[in-house]
């Protein structure tokens, strides 16, 4: 596995049991995310209070920051059934009536990357999720007729990346909506000790936090790591996960301090040696690296700009002071961002409320 299938937040199909096997399953299991879990606590013990099943609800954060995981603690703590499916999936409205209309009352539905759907089920989608039912259009043209069909009561548990993309329409029909945030190096020590037990993992506390600082503050980039980093404590170290272990393995990987990989990297020493730190158009960038400018832009600049390292100008991209020093370069006089965030400052737990 290369660097950059180790940082990415998405996952891969081969890795969904092993992703499955450390997932927790109960609300007072799930690490982090406070105040989302505090608020989903009170809906569901609600609902469950009433014997109704409760609003939808509508989940949205970067990748690899326990959406589906949320899904599947919400459905067991109602201790009703999970249907699985996503946007991209459904492509017509009749896909949708099916699904709908074989849910079990009080039964959830989980539909992944929401945004996506397409506008025929989304429109169908509207009279399920306010008067559950849904009208099922028979035949075409001028003998076309549309059969009303009653739809269970259930929970739409929606999940999105790209929050922005969804229609107004469509966000005022979730009851409850939530933003996941990236973690802080703290609570991912925490996943990662939990992780570690699970898995049978020795690991130490140094060993823990050295992970944790190069996981971009997402707990299925820890998890990655963490099993990475296993596999060279048990071939070519003693089998604990200590800090020399961690360093190490995760020199073998390219991830370096910061969780950047090979292609990070490589964009910013673009940036800084072949550029003089920008600005630089998108494309020029991406042949500069041998990359499509999709995978630069989608895969490389989200995390670069959040840790300061990059930044978008009407210009084009620019290599900030931070990115310079992390290259162990002399940025010039006039660097761009001279006061960009660090990472540790980036992935700082929010202030608790009183």
């Known amino acids: 596995m290369t660097g950059e299938n180790l940082v990415s937040a998405y996952v891969s199909d081969a890795e969904l049991d092993a992703e499955a096997s450390v997932r927790p399953k109960r609300l007072d299991e799930f690490i982090a995310q406070h105040r989302v879990r505090d608020q989903l606590d009170l809906l569901l013990q609600g609902a469950m209070r009433r014997g109704s099943p409760p609003d939808h609800i509508l989940l949205s954060g970067p990748p690899g920051l326990g959406k589906t995981t949320l899904a599947n603690i919400v459905a067991a703590e109602l201790g009703s059934g999970l249907r699985v499916t996503s946007g991209p999936a459904i492509e017509r409205s009749g896909d949708l009536a099916a699904i709908l209309t074989s849910l079990a009352e009080g039964d959830v539905l989980f539909i992944d990357e929401i945004h996506r759907i397409a506008k025929p089920a989304e429109e169908l989608l509207y009279s399920a999720m306010e008067d559950f039912r849904v009208d099922v259009v028979v035949g075409k043209g001028p003998g076309a007729t549309a059969i009303p069909l009653d739809v269970e009561p259930f929970t739409l548990v929606g999940a ?153 100008t009407p210009r084009g991209r620019v290599a900030t002071e931070a990115a310079w020093h992390h290259l162990g370069r002399t940025p010039p006089n006039g660097t761009f961002g001279t006061d960009a965030p660090t990472v540790p400052d980036l992935f700082s737990a929010p202030p608790e409320e009183p």
Do not use: K
Request: net charge neutral; hydrophobic share 45%; glycine share 10%.
């Open 160 to 312: 999105t990346t790209r929050s922005g993309l969804l229609t107004g329409p469509m966000r005022d029909r979730f009851g409850f909506v939530a933003h996941l945030d990236f973690y802080a190096p703290a609570d991912l020590e925490v996943l990662l000790r939990r992780s570690a037990r699970i898995l049978g993992v020795p690991i130490t506390e140094e060993g823990a936090a050295e992970i944790a600082g190069r996981s971009r503050g997402t707990p299925r980039i820890a998890n990655r790591l963490l099993r990475r980093v296993r596999d060279f404590a048990e071939v070519r170290a003693d089998g604990v996960v200590s800090l020399e272990t961690a360093r190490a393995a995760l020199t073998v990987y390219d991830v370096d301090a910061l969780g950047l990989d090979r292609l990070d990297r490589a964009v910013l020493t673009a940036l800084v040696d072949s550029f003089r730190g920008g600005p630089v158009g998108l494309s020029t960038l991406a042949v500069a690296v041998g990359e499509q400018p999709d995978t630069v832009e989608e895969v490389c600049e989200p995390f670069l700009v959040r840790a300061g390292l990059l930044a978008r």
